[in-house]
């Protein structure tokens, strides 16, 4: 009991302690947030002043609750009081952080769109880490995966904080005074053909530039940092993270509210898709289509093999919800929100706590029955539940069944129906997905 009752001395003592040194503490955060991000404009570093305090303050209080011997600590109180009527947590007002993590052809350009859709509370970036890939494509750092998925982990921390700089660095050509006019895919974020970070256009260059709402010239990243500061909500839509795990810095950071969105989609059909989308990668798949025969320990298909295994091995540490991604995580297939992409769109929103506006609603039901009109590989009107079914009956039987054996791990463990013969495939009366929920 003496021991007890000292331990509790000691935690009181320490809370007053805490208290009094609240402006030491910010101070020295301050500068550690500075060390850590060397290149942070001060003018608009984010407030962590607290966060040091605010951390020991909560561990001391848990330690004191059940010394004291409270029925609940504080928090699980909050917890409690943060799950929604479905069991899941609804997140309490505050910025949020959405990251959506996905693979070519699964269909992300279009979920994106889910955010991107949001309205002026959201500020979306499509494919940001396209520059670091490609710049590192041709330095030796690109061969070394530990390496580049670090930096694609601290430029994502950048920009989730508004900061361009990082970015800048794999920008080529390398932007002038913070202005370029070669960011990738710049129309296809809403934030970032606003008015307020729209520059003048330069004559006789304005189609390489052009926003789709307006006449748009290189873009400012001064600009644009600021106009991502004022947004409430930030989403970043990605193909290029290979391994949830090495994001775990990115969710521990306590200036950030992250919450990782994986979405995947059935590798018969991303196989099918990238046939078409990117058919002069894909010679060898089209002419083993032709001849009927796969050689297994060919490159191409231990890199099919090695693609699969690197989005089941993340799905399965975001499923595990360890310490660092508990309540972050949420898996979704392409296919169900294809069939029900208004549902899906719901219960995505009610994971990030963010309110799904009428604008995104009103897009979801504009473009998922779409009959004509679309067009182009990256195009987000379609009608969503035929696109889900398409590949079917454009894949070789040959190819599939290649597909279901170096990828059968995966497609069970996301619900993949495996087919035994071509008339099954192509009998769209007959479900390859089953009804799965996952947890």
Request: proline content about 5%; glycine content about 4%.
């Amino acid at each position: 009991m003496k021991t007890k009752y000292a331990i509790v001395f000691i935690c009181i003592v320490a809370l007053v302690i805490i208290e009094k040194e609240s402006n030491i503490l910010s101070r020295f955060s301050d500068k550690l947030i500075q060390r850590q991000i060397p290149q942070q404009n001060p003018q608009t570093s984010p407030d962590f002043s607290n966060t040091t305090e605010n951390g020991s303050l909560m561990m001391l209080k848990r330690l004191l609750s059940k010394l004291i011997g409270t029925n609940r600590n504080y928090s699980e109180e909050q917890e409690e009081e943060e799950l929604d009527d479905l069991g899941r947590y609804s997140f309490s007002s505050g910025r949020k952080h959405i990251l959506l993590l996905a693979t070519t052809r699964t269909g992300s350009s279009f979920v994106g769109e889910f955010f991107n859709q949001h309205g002026e509370n959201m500020f979306y970036l499509f494919e940001p880490l396209w520059h670091v890939e490609r710049m590192l494509t041709m330095a030796s750092e690109a061969n070394n995966g530990t390496v580049l998925a670090g930096i694609y982990r601290d430029v994502l921390q950048a920009l989730f904080l508004c900061d361009f700089s990082p970015l800048e660095k794999f920008i080529s050509p390398l932007p002038q005074d913070h202005v370029t006019p070669a960011l990738f895919r710049r129309e296809s974020s809403h934030s970032l053909c606003e008015e307020s970070v729209c520059s003048p256009v330069i004559k006789d260059v304005f189609e390489r530039y052009h926003c789709k709402t307006r006449r748009c010239g290189p873009l400012n990243l001064t600009l644009a940092s600021e106009s991502c500061l004022s947004k409430q909500h930030h989403a970043i839509k990605t193909v290029r993270v290979r391994q949830l795990d090495t994001l775990q810095p990115l969710l521990e950071d306590p200036r950030l509210d992250v919450r990782v969105i994986q979405l995947v989609r059935d590798p018969r059909a991303i196989l099918a898709s990238r046939m078409v989308a990117f058919s002069s990668k894909y010679q060898t798949w089209k002419a083993w289509a032709q001849d009927g025969q796969v050689p297994e320990d060919d490159e191409e298909v231990k890199r099919l093999r090695g693609n699969c295994d690197q989005i089941r091995m993340s799905a399965e540490v975001g499923l595990s919800q360890p310490p660092w991604l508990r309540r972050r995580y949420m898996l979704v297939r392409y296919e169900d929100i294809a069939r029900y992409p208004m549902q899906k769109a719901e219960e995505m929103y009610r994971f990030t706590g963010i309110p799904f506006s009428p604008q995104a609603r009103e897009w979801i039901l504009r473009n998922t029955q779409t009959t004509q009109g679309a067009s182009g590989i990256y195009s987000t009107q379609k009608n969503s539940s035929e696109q889900a079914e398409k590949w079917r009956f454009s894949i070789p039987f040959t190819l599939a069944q290649v597909v279901q054996r170096v990828c059968g791990p995966t497609m069970e463990l996301f619900g993949y129906r495996f087919v035994d013969d071509e008339k099954t495939l192509m009998n769209r009366s007959i479900s390859l997905l089953e009804d799965k929920l996952f947890h």
